[in-house]
C-alpha cells in the first residue's frame, strides 16, 4: 500500500490524476487517522520524505535538494513483475510549477500523526527531523526578502494554474504559519535543530504581525483604503505598499458586509488582490493565525455571504469569478478556469472539511449541519465530482472527474468532526504565546491598519519614555484590562440557546472613547 490516487474515473482520461497527490491524501490521511489506522499515514509519511532523495530535474535544471515531491506513481513492469514509483516534482505538471503546500501538509501531516496515535516516536526519528529540518532551510533561508511573508509562483498551492496567486498568495502564508507552529513542537530542542528552533521563533511573531496588520480587511479598513493617500514616504506612512484606491474593484463594495472581515487573497507592493480564498481563510482560523475576535468575524462573513460563498453545494474556492478582460489578462484565456468554473468561481465539495472544522472550532453547529445537509443531498448522487460550476455551485463541473478522492474523503473528515468535535484536536492549534493582543486600536487613530507588533516588551528597558507612558496607560486601563481578560466568561454567561439558535453574544469593544459592551445577533 503506496498511496491513493487522486480520482478513480475511466469515463475520462486520467492525465496526472491517476498520480497520488500529498496534497489530495491529506483528508485521507486524516480520515485514517481518526478512525485509528494510523500505520497507513506512517507509511505515505515515510515513503514521500524518501522520494524527497531522489533527482529532481526540470529540463537541465536540478531542484533544491529540500523540495517535496508534488505526486507520484507506481510504474508495473508486466516484463519483470516488478513495480517502480515514478516521482514528480513539478516537472511534468501544467505550467512546471514546484506545490509549495506539499512540504507544509507533511509538517502538519506529522504533527496529526503524532497526536493521534500519543506518542513522538516516529517524528522524533532522524529521518524525520531531517525532512523537516530541509523544508525549514529552505523557507527560511536569508534572501532579498523585505517581507516574512513567502514569495511564491503562480499555482504553487491548491490552484495549480496560472489565476493571479503570483506573489503572497493567503493559503501558502496560512500553511507556512501553521507549518512553523507544528514544526516547533516536533523539533528536538537539541544539537542541529535548536538553530531552527530559534528561527522559528523569530519569524512566527514577524509573520503574525505581517499578516494581521496588512491582509486583514473588513468594512471599515476598506473605508480606510478607498481613502487611502498615495505616494507617501518614509516609516510613518498608513499606505505602506503605495496601494492605489482606484485599484480596488467595484464588486467589493457591494460584497463587503458591515459585519464579518476576511484575510484577502494577496499583498505585495502596489498591489492588493482583495478576492476571497476559502481554504487560506479557514486553514487561518485553524492555525490561529487569526485572533478569536477575527475568526468569528470570518465566519460571520460566510454567514452574510452564504449565497455567494457557499451557495448550493460547499465551497467556493475563489470569490469572486474573474470575467471578460480581467479573465483574459490574469488567466491567459484558460478555458477550464472559465468564470464560475474549476479554480475560477467553482465550488470544492473538499473545502467542507475545512469549513466544518472552522465552524467548529468557532462554535458555529448551525452552519455545519446545513453544509453536510447540502453536500448529502448531491454528492453521492453526483457521484462525488471534483468541482461544481455556476454562480451557485448547482452544476457538475464540467471536466470535473468524477469518484474524486479528496472529495469524499473531504466529506468523511467533515462528518466525523461534526460528530465528535474532540477529533478537532488533530488539525488546530491554540493562539498559545503568538497570540496577539487582541486589543484593537482606538478607532480615531489613524494608523488603525498597522496595529503594534504581536510582543511588545516595555521591561526590557523600564526606565525609558515608553516604559513610562506603558505603565500609566496600563494603570489607567486596568479595570478594563480585567473585564478583557474575563471576556470568555461573560461570553458564557450571556449566551441564549433557544431551539439551537445562539441569538446574542457579547463583545467588548474598544472605541475612541473607551470600552463598551454590545449585544448582536448571531448564526
Ligand atoms: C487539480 C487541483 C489540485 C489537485 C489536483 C489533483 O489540479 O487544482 O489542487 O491536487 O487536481 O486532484
Redesign the pocket.
Known amino acids: 500500500m503506496v498511496g491513493i490516487p ?1 480520482a478513480l474515473d475511466h469515463s475520462s482520461g486520467a492525465l496526472n ?1 491517476d498520480q497520488v ?1 500529498v ?2 491524501f491529506f483528508p485521507s490521511a486524516l480520515a485514517f487517522l481518526m478512525t485509528e489506522k494510523p500505520e497507513i499515514v506512517k507509511k505515505i509519511l515515510l515513503r514521500t520524505f524518501r522520494l524527497q532523495a531522489s533527482e529532481k530535474r526540470v529540463d537541465c535544471f536540478t531542484l533544491g535538494q529540500c523540495v517535496m515531491p508534488a505526486s507520484f506513481k507506481v510504474l508495473h513492469n508486466p516484463v519483470t513483475g516488478s513495480e517502480k514509483l515514478s516521482t514528480d516534482f513539478g516537472g511534468s505538471a501544467i505550467g512546471r510549477v514546484v506545490p509549495i503546500d506539499f512540504s507544509f501538509w507533511w509538517i502538519i501531516l506529522l504533527r496529526a500523526y503524532t497526536k493521534a496515535i500519543g506518542n513522538c516516536d516516529l517524528s522524533q526519528r532522524e529521518d524525520c527531523q531531517r525532512g523537516m529540518k530541509l523544508i525549514l532551510s529552505l523557507c527560511l533561508s536569508e534572501g532579498f526578502d523585505t517581507f516574512p511573508t513567502l514569495l511564491c509562483a503562480n499555482g504553487c498551492c ?3 494554474r496560472r489565476m493571479g496567486t503570483y506573489g503572497y498568495p493567503i493559503e501558502i502564508q496560512a500553511l507556512f504559519f501553521m507549518a512553523l507552529k507544528c514544526a516547533r513542537d516536533l523539533l528536538k530542542a537539541d544539537g542541529d535543530w535548536k538553530i531552527y528552533i530559534a528561527l522559528i521563533e523569530k519569524r512566527l511573531p514577524a509573520l503574525t504581525y505581517h499578516m494581521r496588520s496588512h491582509f486583514w480587511l473588513n468594512h471599515e479598513q476598506l473605508n480606510d483604503i478607498y481613502r487611502f493617500k498615495t505616494e507617501e514616504y518614509l516609516y510613518t506612512v498608513v499606505n505602506k505598499f503605495n496601494v492605489i484606491p482606484e485599484s480596488i474593484p467595484d464588486w467589493l463594495f457591494d460584497f463587503m458586509p458591515r459585519k464579518g472581515g476576511y484575510f484577502i487573497g494577496n499583498v505585495s507592493p502596489g498591489r492588493m488582490d482583495f478576492r476571497w480564498f476559502a481554504a487560506g481563510n479557514c486553514i487561518s482560523i485553524l492555525s490561529s493565525l487569526t485572533t478569536r475576535e477575527r475568526s468569528l468575524a470570518i465566519m460571520d462573513l460566510i454567514e452574510e455571504k452564504w449565497q455567494d460563498l457557499v451557495g448550493e453545494m460547499p465551497m467556493k474556492a475563489v470569490f469572486p469569478a474573474l470575467e471578460s478582460h480581467e479573465w483574459r489578462i490574469v488567466t491567459g484565456c484558460d478555458p477550464k478556469n472559465n468564470p464560475w468554473s474549476y ?1 475560477n468561481g467553482g465550488s470544492w465539495p473538499v473545502l467542507l472539511w475545512l469549513l466544518t472544522a472552522a465552524s467548529v472550532k468557532t462554535g458555529r453547529p448551525r452552519m455545519v449541519k446545513i453544509a453536510l445537509e447540502l453536500a448529502e443531498r448531491r454528492m453521492g448522487k453526483d457521484e462525488w465530482p ?1 468541482y461544481y460550476d455556476g454562480r451557485d455551485g448547482c452544476y457538475i463541473g464540467k471536466q470535473s472527474r468524477k469518484m474524486q478522492t ?1 472529495s469524499m474523503s473531504g466529506y468523511v473528515v467533515a462528518r466525523m468532526i461534526a460528530e465528535d468535535p474532540s477529533l478537532l484536536g488533530l488539525i488546530s492549534l491554540d493562539e498559545g504565546k503568538d497570540m496577539n493582543p487582541t486589543l484593537s486600536r482606538a478607532t480615531s487613530l489613524p494608523s488603525r491598519l498597522f496595529p503594534d507588533p504581536p510582543r511588545y516588551t516595555p521591561a526590557d528597558n523600564p526606565t525609558s519614555l515608553t516604559s513610562i507612558c506603558a505603565s500609566m496607560v496600563r494603570k489607567r486601563f486596568r479595570p478594563f484590562l480585567a473585564l478583557f481578560r474575563m471576556r470568555k466568561h461573560f461570553r458564557c454567561l450571556t449566551r441564549v440557546n433557544l431551539l439551537g439558535i445562539r441569538l446574542f453574544f457579547t463583545t467588548i469593544k474598544c472605541t475612541s472613547t473607551g470600552y463598551s459592551l454590545s449585544f448582536s445577533p448571531r448564526f
Open positions: 487522486a490524476y497527490f496534497r489530495d491548491m490552484i495549480d479554480h471534483e479528496w
